[in-house]
């Protein structure tokens, strides 16, 4: 063969080697791909099997809704499971073991059995199988509130009940007090007595003459010591009128040199001062308030500025103070006269109210006090009262701390019960000793009255001088 055509011969038959070369390799190819490919098939089976085993198609979907979202690298179950430990731990109080979830379950149903158990003991649990732990926790709370509001009650009442029985030991022991006291009173009349009934008891044993003997003795022991008594008393009574009687010279010699100032002058000062007038809304302001203790309801007398206050002196008006402020206050005008009207720079006074001090007042003998002309039981009661609402003191008896002295008539005194009256009538002479009373306090009182140079007032006087004639009659003036 020619050297050219077996090259040729050559060439072909090198094309249909490597031909016959690449149809096996891709044979062999597509018979890998095909083994490759049933091989995936099968996986992807099985993987969809696990997968629907794992999650549905639905819950697949909405995966991020049902689990919640997820970190990069983190996968949905990892996530469920964090979610669940988190949860165990909350509920247990410690960090969730590294168990199966199924076991943490079971041993979550057999703790929330164990508390439903304890709760049950507490609160009411109608169906165990659905009642939750935040339930629970919940109605106990309620319990536990109501626990704690009952206790505080019963403490509340335990209290009281110290309080009652502390009161019932002091009181026991006051009445063993008294009791003890009383005693002891009645121990000593027996004894007493039993030292009578023992001298009577000598006294009967003793002869006739012998008693006259004892009787005589006993009453010129009794004798003697009166007249040393009558003795003591006369030498008393002599150097009691001695001193009177100097007291009364060196008196009258000293008003001689000074006359004796009016007893009644701190009576006499003023309260205050009007400041301001509206004779449209009838008030007028005054210079004190409540820094100066003035009160709503306080009544006072005007009088004329720049005249003096004396005993004669009568009040321009009268007014009732109404509303109060740190410094000033004001109060309408409940009497007056056109012609003699309020002007600023007025006095006010009222005998009772004080805004620097409390006065002390005395109230004595009978009294009138809506001029009907007969008088009035318990009025000196009334009076006292009077004095008490506006800020004063009263007091029964005259001392050296009595400021002023509020008089009024001559207590009446009845006469005498005689036998026959007393047999038909026995308060009578309990109500004669009271007059009697009554009327030697109200002598005495004027007594006391000159002695320390305590201003006395009469009833109508006394109206004067706190801005009260004109409410006298009203209802519930006292």
């Not at 165990?88 to 199966?100: F, K, L, N």
């Not at 001062?273 to 409540?290: E, M, R, T």
């Not at 805004?355 to 009907?372: M, P, S, W, Y």
């Amino acid at each position: 063969m020619p050297p050219g055509k077996r090259q040729q011969s050559n060439a072909m038959l090198y094309g249909l080697v490597i031909c016959i070369f690449l149809t096996i390799i891709a044979i062999a190819c597509a018979v890998v791909f095909y083994i490759k490919a049933e091989e995936y098939k099968t996986n992807a089976a099985t993987v969809q099997k696990d997968l629907d085993e794992l999650v549905n198609a639905s819950e697949l979907r909405n995966l991020g809704k049902l689990v919640g979202n997820k970190q990069a690298g983190e996968s949905w179950v990892s996530l469920m499971v964090g979610y669940h430990d988190q949860a165990v731990a909350m509920i247990t109080g410690g960090v969730a073991p590294g168990t199966s979830a199924e076991v943490k379950h079971q041993s979550l149903r057999g703790q929330l059995d164990s508390v439903v158990t304890l709760a049950g003991k507490h609160i009411v649990i109608t169906d165990p199988n659905t009642i939750g732990l935040v339930p629970i926790v919940q109605k106990l709370q309620v319990e536990l509130a109501n626990s704690l509001d009952a206790a505080e009650a019963l403490r509340g009442e335990l209290s009281q009940l110290q309080a009652k029985f502390d009161d019932a030991i002091t009181t026991q022991a006051e009445e063993r007090e008294t009791l003890t006291a009383e005693k002891q009173r009645l121990q000593a009349k027996v004894d007493e007595i039993q030292s009578r009934y023992d001298d009577l008891e000598k006294l009967l044993l003793q002869t006739a003459d012998e008693r006259v003997q004892t009787l005589a003795l006993q009453l010129d022991e009794v004798r003697g010591r009166l007249d040393q008594t009558n003795q003591t008393l006369a030498g008393t009574q002599s150097d009691l009128g001695k001193a009177e009687t100097q007291l009364k010279n060196a008196r009258e010699r000293l008003f001689v040199v000074s006359p004796p100032p009016d007893a009644n002058t701190p009576a006499y000062r003023p309260d205050g001062k009007v400041i301001l007038v509206d004779d449209l809304a009838n008030v007028v302001h005054l210079d004190f308030g409540s820094d100066d203790r003035a009160y709503k309801g306080l009544t006072l007398a005007v009088y004329d500025r720049g005249a003096a206050i004396t005993r004669d002196t009568k009040p321009k008006a009268e007014i009732e103070v109404f509303d109060i402020y740190k410094n000033y206050c004001a109060a309408k005008i409940t009497s007056g006269s056109r012609k003699r009207p309020i002007m600023t720079d007025d006095l006010v006074a009222n005998l009772i109210w004080d805004r620097g001090q409390i006065n002390v007042f005395t109230v004595t003998g009978d009294f009138d006090l809506d001029g009907d002309g007969k008088t009035d039981p318990g009025a000196a009661e009334k009076i006292r009262g009077l004095v008490a609402r506006w800020g004063g003191k009263a007091v029964e008896t005259v001392s050296a701390d009595t400021d002023f002295i509020i008089i009024g008539n001559t207590p009446f005194v009845p006469k005498r019960p005689t036998f026959d009256e007393l047999e038909l009538e026995p308060a009578l002479q309990q109500y004669y000793d009271d007059a009697m009373r009554r009327l030697e306090e109200y002598k005495q009182t004027q007594s006391l009255a000159k002695t320390l140079w305590i201003p006395v007032f009469k009833y109508e006087t006394f109206l004067d001088f706190i801005g009260y004639n004109s409410q006298i009659k009203r209802p519930g003036a006292f």
